[in-house]
C-alpha cells in the first residue's frame, strides 16, 4: 500500500499543480506500480498429493542434483523465473511446517542467471509436510529487486496456496522437492502461484 499511495499521491500533485506534461510519465508509472502489486485469488488444487508453484512465471530449470546448502541432500530443483509483469505474491509449495529460514544478504544479478541462486539476496524456508516429507523453497532477488518480503516464522504451520511473502521487481524462487516426487512441469512452462501443480508427492 505505500508505493501505490506514493504513486497516486504523485498523480495528483502533478494534475492539481496543472503540470500536464508530467502526467505522461507519472500516469503510467503509477498504472505499473498498482499492476505489479496486483494479488489476485487462486482456485488451490484440492488434492493432498499435489505441490503447486510458489510463484507466477516461467520454469527456467528442472534438474536433479545433490543440495549441499539448504536440503543437503538430493533434490529435485524447480527454477522459476518472475519478469516485473508477473504477479509478484509468492504462496506455500505445500501444507507443512516451517522448520527454518535461512536468509543469505548477497549480490543483485540477473535472477534468469544460474549464479543467482549461490550468489544473489535469498531468502529460504525449509518445510516439512503432514507426512514428514522434507522440501524447500528459496526467495532469490534480482537485477531490479531489492526487497525480499517473508511473513513466514520458524514454527509456523502454513497451508499449500497460502501467502507468505513477495520479492519487489522482478525476482525468481527455487523449489527443492525430494527425489521420489513427479515432476509435472518442464523448462518454458508458465505457471501461476498456488494453482499451477509443479508436481505430485508420489510417483504415478
Known amino acids: 500500500m505505500p508505493f501505490i499511495l506514493a504513486a497516486l499521491i504523485c498523480v495528483l500533485i502533478v494534475w492539481f499543480a496543472g503540470i500536464w506534461w508530467l502526467q505522461f510519465l507519472f500516469v503510467p508509472a503509477a498504472v505499473f506500480v ?3 502489486f ?3 485469488e487462486r482456485a488451490i488444487p484440492v488434492d493432498k498429493d499435489s505441490i503447486v508453484s510458489p510463484a507466477d512465471g516461467r520454469v527456467i530449470k528442472v534438474e536433479r542434483l545433490k543440495d549441499d546448502r539448504i536440503l543437503k541432500s538430493e533434490a ?3 527454477s522459476i523465473f518472475m519478469n516485473v509483469f508477473n504477479v509478484h505474491v509468492n504462496r506455500t509449495p505445500a501444507t507443512g511446517k516451517v522448520l527454518d529460514i535461512m536468509y543469505n544478504p548477497g549480490k543483485f544479478f540477473n535472477a534468469s542467471l544460474d549464479k543467482a541462486s549461490l550468489l544473489n539476496e535469498q531468502n529460504a524456508l525449509i518445510m516439512e509436510s503432514s507426512s514428514g516429507r522434507r522440501f524447500a523453497f528459496n526467495q532469490i532477488a534480482g537485477l ?3 526487497r525480499i518480503v517473508c511473513h513466514a516464522r520458524k514454527g509456523m504451520n502454513l497451508t499449500k496456496g497460502q501467502r507468505f511473502g513477495l ?3 522482478g525476482s525468481r ?3 527443492y522437492l525430494p527425489t521420489d516426487c513427479r515432476v509435472s512441469v518442464k523448462v518454458g512452462d508458465k505457471v501461476r502461484a498456488g494453482s499451477s501443480i509443479l508436481g ?3 510417483v504415478r
Open 200 to 202: 505430485y508427492w508420489n
Open 34 to 36: 498498482i499492476a505489479f
Open 76 to 78: 529435485m530443483k524447480i
Open 167 to 169: 520479492i519487489r521487481f
Open 144 to 146: 531490479i529487486a531489492r
Open 38 to 40: 496486483r494479488d489476485p
Open 173 to 175: 524462487v527455487d523449489v
